[in-house]
């Protein structure tokens, strides 16, 4: 008969993937091989994955015949001495294997176990640390160590094995990739998802995994969090692109800036770039979530507070600092789709971009006539002996290779003959001012003439979103800029983009085979500042008074939300549904609103079906209760039933109420 261990090992082994070095290198030293290392350190951050490979290296020392000793380092003593005693049989016994998981609750340790403790080891021990953080660098660069040590930093799944692992767990394929965006290679979290299938997930516009995962990912991957100041810190970094000491300190003036970036420097799951720190992705992205889930408004303030600081920084930041800032700002609204159409969040094939030179000219001209043809490559080699400082060309970070170049022209009032003359659609963009708003003496016209990449041409990409920045900061620093063009050759698809911020001019000008969409703003009646807003206000920052037009995602949050904060008074008066139209005509809209709220819920009770999600409303957020699973046992009912109750309750209270928003009273 086989044992129940031996079936969770075997199970266990069917289901692991990946780390084959990690595991070669493992059998390597069961296998006695004398080339093989004594000790392995395996760290990364949360959710990484480095608890499940301990359990697999734990059933294949077993499965070669080894003793095995496994410690956990969050239950271990203050005194070596708890250490030691715990790990006695690794002294005494040959050939034990020792693991010790979670490390980091225990680091203290290490300069005590490099010098003092494994040096006694038994003849023919294997030992394996896991942990967040990496070993000290002096056993690194210690030659007594260099034949004896493993050190491995636990990477994120790739794209291939992530798929592998959530069609295990038959997730729908059309879920697939939304769960890969937000889990980014993190095995927890895919884990999870996989575990999930395709009924853990909310079907929200903005998918989102639902709140028990949530709080299993947030304990995985972050931990204990030592203070309300240090939790409002992770929430900017989860937001921002880069978090530098100078955000922090202008987003949370309130706190020691110095402190708290000191610590989220030391977090496992950050890593650093040149303006400050990021989290991996799945860490991101699981704070972003929680924080929506739990507080939707504190996800909002914070994002105000962040966009009102990028739009400072716009304002008063060196020039040549200022055209990241758009980057930045766009960032924090990454998951609306009017964004999502226009640019592009991954850093494969980033780009830097580069004044033209002399020895660039001929390449831009070959990529203008490959992409767009001879007669656009004339047109190039025009408006290079016009203005050749419009030019920038992009070259790849990864091998220097010069893929792609953009050119923004500035034209002052009056027209140049010359230029109309010449260029079709430059001639389009000052009939469209004479028609409009003519541009007076002293004005002048930005256009974004060229956009040439041709292995993405025309379609988002790294090289239009740092064109598109350069674009909104020269607008946003520029003297006497009366409009902005943009100029496309798919005009369709790009109006669709840019609706809602650049207006179609409606010309079609011609240049060789091709036609072009011109599209436009009068930088004079929507200043830069306010431009950028649109993007903002579609995401409720800031929002305007009075009452809001939400989503029906949004709405339904709200009126969650509200229930959350009945009994906190200060709480529901700050909630997102009383700037709803439900109590917009009243002269207490909080008063007016939670009785509207409760007889919602009352009103559950005229139909027999809906008494029990009636019961479970009330017992859940009126009457007490401090948990949910209180409120089940209030009602003697198994807590799942009583979420299956809890739900039903929840979706026909938004269902009345989003109709009353819609239609009001009737």
């Known amino acids: 008969m086989v044992s129940v261990g031996e079936r969770l090992s075997r199970t266990r082994e069917r289901a692991f993937l990946g780390r084959e070095e990690e595991l070669g290198r493992f059998g390597e030293a069961l296998a006695g091989d004398p080339r093989a290392p004594f000790a392995f350190y395996v760290f990364g951050p949360g959710g990484i994955?480095?608890?499940?490979?301990?359990?697999?290296?734990?059933?294949?020392?077993?499965?070669?015949?080894?003793?095995?000793?496994?410690?956990?380092?969050?239950?271990?003593?203050?005194?070596?001495?708890?250490?030691?005693?715990?790990?006695?049989?690794?002294?005494?016994?040959?050939?034990?294997?020792?693991?010790?998981?979670s490390f980091e609750h225990c680091q203290w340790l290490e300069s005590w176990l490099w010098q003092r403790f494994l040096p006694r080891a038994a003849q023919d021990t294997l030992v394996v640390l896991a942990g967040r953080l990496a070993p000290q660098p002096q056993w690194l660069a210690d030659p007594?160590?260099?034949?004896?040590?493993?050190?491995?930093?636990?990477?994120?799944?790739s794209p291939e094995q992530a798929r592998s692992l959530l069609a295990a767990g038959q997730v729908r394929p059309e879920l697939r990739e939304r769960v890969l965006r937000f889990a980014g290679g993190n095995p927890l979290a895919l884990s999870l998802a996989a575990a999930a299938g395709s009924t853990g997930w909310t079907r929200e516009e903005v998918w989102a995994p639902s709140a028990d995962l949530l709080r299993t990912l947030l304990s995985g991957l972050i931990g204990e969090v030592p203070s309300a100041a240090h939790r409002r810190a992770l929430e900017v970094a989860a937001q921002a692109h880069s978090t530098s000491e100078e955000l922090l300190a202008a987003v949370l003036p309130e706190e020691d800036a110095h402190l708290l970036f000191g610590w989220l420097r030391d977090l496992p799951f950050m890593e650093s770039a040149p303006r400050g720190l990021y989290p991996h992705d799945a860490a991101r992205e699981t704070l972003s979530a929680d924080l929506r889930w739990r507080a939707p408004q504190a996800f909002v303030t914070?994002?105000?507070?962040?966009?009102?600081?990028?739009?400072?920084?716009?304002?008063?930041?060196?020039?040549e600092q200022v055209w990241t800032v758009t980057d930045e700002l766009f960032y924090l609204f990454r998951e609306l789709q009017s964004l999502a159409r226009m640019r592009t969040w991954t850093r494969?094939?980033?780009?830097?971009?580069?004044?033209?030179?002399?020895?660039?000219?001929?390449?831009?001209?070959?990529?203008a006539e490959e992409a767009e043809g001879a007669a656009s490559a004339e047109l190039v080699r025009y408006w290079i002996g016009r203005q050749p400082q419009a030019f920038s060309v992009y070259r790849l970070v990864s091998t220097g290779r010069t893929v792609a170049f953009t050119a923004?022209?500035?034209?002052?009032?009056?027209?140049?003959?010359?230029?109309?003359?010449?260029?079709?659609?430059?001639?389009?963009?000052?009939?469209?001012?004479a028609a409009t708003a003519p541009v007076s003496p002293g004005e002048h016209i930005g256009v974004s003439r060229f956009s040439v990449y041709p292995e993405r041409y025309q379609v988002p990409s790294r090289v239009i979103d740092l064109s598109s920045s350069r674009a909104q900061a020269e607008a946003a620093r520029a003297r006497g800029r009366a409009f902005g063009f943009a100029v496309w050759r798919d005009a369709d698809a790009w109006a669709e983009r840019v609706s809602g911020t650049l207006s179609d001019i409606g010309a079609r000008p011609r240049v060789g085979e091709h036609s072009y969409g011109v599209f436009a703003v009068d930088w004079r009646q929507v200043p830069v500042e306010a431009w950028l807003g649109r993007f903002i206000s579609a995401a409720d920052v800031p929002?305007?008074?009075?009452?809001?037009?939400?989503?029906?995602?949004?709405?339904?949050q709200a009126v969650r939300e509200a229930l959350a904060h009945w009994r906190d008074q200060a709480a529901f008066a700050a909630c997102a549904l009383t700037r709803t139209r439900l109590a917009a005509d009243s002269t207490d809209p909080v008063e007016e609103l939670r009785a509207l709220l409760r007889g919602s819920v009352d009103d559950l009770a005229r139909d027999p079906r809906g008494v029990r999600a009636r019961e479970a409303?009330?017992?859940g957020y009126f009457s007490g209760a401090p948990t949910q699973e209180a409120a089940a046992r209030r009602l003697g009912l198994p807590y799942g039933t009583y979420r299956r109750h809890l739900r039903q309750g929840l979706d026909l209270v938004c269902e009345a109420l989003w109709q009353r928003e819609l239609h009001g009273p009737r």
Do not use: N
């Open 408 to 433: 923004r022209l500035v034209l002052p009032a009056p027209a140049d003959p010359r230029d109309t003359a010449v260029d079709p659609v430059v001639a389009a963009a000052w009939e469209h001012t």
């Open 144 to 157: 007594a160590w260099a034949g004896l040590l493993y050190v491995r930093e636990l990477e994120p799944f």
């Open 543 to 556: 929002a305007p008074p009075g009452p809001a037009a939400l989503s029906r995602s949004a709405f339904d």
């Open 49 to 101: 994955g480095k608890s499940a490979l301990l359990r697999c290296l734990a059933d294949r020392a077993r499965a070669a015949g080894r003793p095995l000793l496994e410690l956990d380092g969050r239950f271990v003593g203050r005194d070596p001495d708890d250490f030691e005693r715990a790990a006695a049989p690794f002294l005494e016994v040959a050939g034990t294997v020792l693991l010790v998981d």
């Open 302 to 319: 914070m994002r105000q507070r962040l966009a009102q600081e990028y739009l400072r920084v716009l304002r008063e930041a060196p020039e």
């Open 348 to 367: 494969d094939d980033e780009v830097h971009d580069c004044p033209l030179r002399p020895d660039d000219i001929e390449l831009v001209l070959r990529m």
């Open 617 to 619: 409303l009330v017992a």
